[in-house]
């Protein structure tokens, strides 16, 4: 949804994309921005040349002046007025940046899962946002240790306003990812870490950090007096509660320990799930079942959700090492964590879900053919009479 179509507040939730891209942040080469260029200039070319044709007489000679074609005087003002009249569709750029989104909600609250490269854009904007504003809260969620999940922070301009306290959630490795480096949570950082991955550290970042360990089985009181680097612990069977905007979460099949979210306020439901992996291996395998069990409580979290944002990393063929992704070789990716583009497709029209979109793109998967597959996507989406997309950085969507 375009921003200019906005109001000003959320009627419910607003949900922001600013990271869709998986693994590592990327962006399209050279070869790749000169292929959009020419695709868009023939888009031009052809628009304007059917104008002309509707000024050429019986033996195709034009008839009328540059003014007729442009509906004023020859100017820069014409000329973006006849621009703007072609209406060009505007081009799938799917972004670059690594995992990040925030969710505005209608009573004032901020929320972001995930802290990716994205997380730099969406801090600026919250930034702008708060302006003046006194009291100034963000809830951020976290869903796994990873680098691609995490490498933004340190860079968001939030951390370094005195005036903000960021309340940091996610299981114990999430929240480890970031202290160990930075030691905002526990007010120190190992000698032979500190300046090794980033110059940054607690001294450098003003702003107040405030952690809450997600924990599957957690004890009857807080955290004993020595563990700094949970000031807070929440079962992960309780829902977290922002006004009306109600947090469910649940585990799911990855690598590393991990979490998938489920967003609901005023009836809508948006249900975010970045690493997971439908295991295709052995059955005989322990990863079998337990990422079929996994499975079973993403689709009772999904169902009939309004929004499914959802890691489709890989097709089949490429998950199983028949086929490559780019121009890479053949392997593997049994066990990686992810999950195949037909998985996503499968349980989503199980559990119909009103809207899909696809994410943790491949960094391989070049911006050509990402569009090829929207457009499988999108014949799908005609015969089933429910959208699925390739997830789109900067894509704003209303609940």
Not at 257 to 264: D, E, F
Request: glycine content about 8%; aromatic content about 10%.
């Amino acid at each position: 949804m375009p921003e200019a179509s906005l109001s000003e507040h959320p009627q419910n939730l607003r949900i922001h994309f600013y990271g869709v891209q998986g693994s590592g942040t990327v962006f399209p080469t050279r070869q790749e921005r000169l292929k959009q260029q020419e695709m868009i200039g023939n888009e031009i070319l052809d628009k304007v040349f059917q104008e002309l044709v509707a000024l050429t007489d019986s033996q195709g000679n034009l008839s009328g002046r540059i003014e007729d074609i442009l509906g004023a005087p020859l100017s820069p003002q014409a000329l973006r007025q006849f621009r703007t009249r072609l209406s060009l569709a505007e081009p799938r750029v799917y972004g670059g940046w690594t995992t990040c989104v925030w969710i505005e909600t209608a009573d004032g609250h901020d929320i972001v899962l995930d802290c990716g490269s994205g997380f730099r854009n969406c801090a600026q904007t919250l930034q702008d946002k708060w302006n003046t504003r006194e009291e100034r809260h963000l809830h951020l969620f976290g869903t796994h240790s990873h680098y691609d999940h995490t490498e933004g922070f340190d860079q968001a301009v939030v951390c370094f306003d005195p005036r903000n306290t960021i309340h940091v959630y996610g299981n114990r490795q999430f929240l480890h990812s970031l202290d160990r480096t930075l030691g905002i949570f526990t007010k120190h950082v190992e000698a032979n870490v500190q300046g090794v991955h980033t110059p940054l550290f607690y001294a450098l970042m003003p702003a107040q950090f405030r952690s809450c360990e997600i924990r599957s089985e957690a004890p009857n009181s807080n955290v004993s007096d020595d563990d700094m680097l949970a000031h807070h612990i929440h079962d992960a069977d309780d829902p977290f509660e922002f006004g009306q905007t109600r947090i469910d979460m649940i585990p799911v099949f990855h690598p590393a320990p991990c979490l998938a979210y489920r967003v609901s306020r005023g009836g809508a439901t948006f249900v975010f799930c970045t690493d997971h992996e439908l295991f295709h291996g052995p059955t005989d395998d322990p990863r079998y079942a337990s990422s079929r069990k996994a499975e079973e409580n993403l689709s009772t979290l999904s169902d009939h959700s309004d929004l499914l944002y959802r890691d489709g990393q890989y097709f089949r063929v490429e998950y199983d090492g028949q086929k490559g992704i780019g121009t890479g070789s053949p392997v593997s990716r049994v066990g990686w964590g992810h999950s195949c583009v037909e998985d996503v497709l499968e349980m989503a029209e199980r559990c119909q879900v009103r809207r899909t979109l696809i994410g943790h793109h491949d960094p391989n998967r070049d911006w050509s053919e990402r569009n090829w597959i929207d457009e499988i996507l999108q014949r799908r989406s005609d015969q089933t009479g429910l959208p699925f997309e390739l997830a789109q950085a900067e894509t704003i969507i209303e609940l």
